[in-house]
C-alpha cells in the first residue's frame, strides 16, 4: 500500500479550465446568497443545531456543484483568488455604495416586541419562539417582556432591544 502520491507536483496541476471554475463559483455563490437571503433571519444570526446542520449541507451540496477536482490549486483557485472572496469583496463594496443593492442583499430588521408586547404575527414569519426570545432576553439582563420598549430581529439574526425609560 502507498499512502503517498506518485508525484507531488500533481497536487497543483490546474486541469479543471480556469473559467469553469469561476462560473461554477459565480453560480452557487448567488445562489446560496439568494436562499439565505429569503431564509429566516436567525440561519445568519445565532445557529441553532438544526441551523447549523442546515448550512453545512449547504456546504456539501455546493461542494459537488464547484466540480470534482483533485488539485490542491483548482481550490485555491475557487476559494480564495477569483470566485469566493472576489464576489464577497465586490457585493460587500457595491452594497456600501448602492442602497438599492444593500436592500437586495440585506433583510430588514423585524420587530418582535412593540411597548412590552410580543407581536407574534412577525415572530410567526420568523419562526422564532417565544422560549428563543425570551433567551435573547435573558441575555441582555431583561427578565420580563413588559421592560421593554422595541425589540427588532436584526438582517444577521441578532435580538436587538430598547428597554423604556427608568426614572
Do not use: H
Amino acid at each position: 500500500m502507498n499512502w503517498l502520491p506518485d508525484a507531488w507536483s500533481d497536487l497543483f496541476v490546474v486541469e479543471t479550465p480556469v473559467l469553469e471554475l469561476a462560473v461554477r463559483g459565480t453560480i452557487l455563490y448567488f445562489a446560496i446568497l439568494v436562499l439565505l437571503r429569503f431564509m429566516p433571519r436567525r440561519i445568519g444570526g445565532e445557529l441553532a443545531t438544526m441551523d447549523l446542520i442546515f448550512v453545512l449541507l449547504i456546504a456539501e451540496a455546493a461542494s459537488n456543484g464547484f466540480g470534482l477536482y483533485t488539485s490542491v490549486s483548482e481550490g485555491l483557485i475557487l476559494i480564495l483568488v477569483l470566485v469566493l472572496i472576489g464576489w464577497d469583496f465586490l457585493i460587500n463594496a457595491a452594497s456600501y455604495r448602492f442602497r438599492f443593492i444593500e436592500k437586495l442583499v440585506s433583510s430588514p430588521p423585524i420587530q418582535v416586541i412593540r411597548d412590552g408586547r410580543l407581536l407574534r404575527c412577525n415572530m410567526r414569519r420568523e419562526f422564532l419562539t417565544e422560549e428563543e426570545l425570551m433567551s435573547s432576553l435573558r441575555q441582555q439582563s431583561i427578565a420580563c417582556v413588559s421592560e421593554v420598549k422595541a425589540a427588532f430581529i436584526e438582517g444577521e439574526g441578532a435580538v436587538s432591544i430598547t428597554k423604556f425609560k427608568e426614572n
